[in-house]
């Protein structure tokens, strides 16, 4: 699912890295999937400025 070389993780495989890093920002697993999907989506999950 989530890749780093030939490295695939499950969505909680990463959220459980992320929460082990950074204890003070606790993620969800739906977090996780949110960012993924806009990921596949625009291909980057920087936030896009919506038009006035």
């Known amino acids: 699912m989530i ?3 030939n490295k695939t993780r ?3 495989e990463v ?3 992320f ?3 950074y204890p003070g920002k606790q993620v969800s ?3 996780v ?3 993924e999907k806009k990921f596949r ?3 980057h999950v920087k936030n896009i ?3 006035d």
Do not use: F, L
């Open 10 to 12: 499950t969505q909680k």
């Open 41 to 43: 989506y625009s291909g």
């Open 3 to 5: 890749g780093c070389g």
């Open 19 to 21: 929460n082990d890093k």
């Open 49 to 51: 400025e919506k038009p």
């Open 33 to 35: 999937s949110t960012i």
């Open 15 to 17: 959220c459980e890295m």
């Open 29 to 31: 697993q739906s977090t």
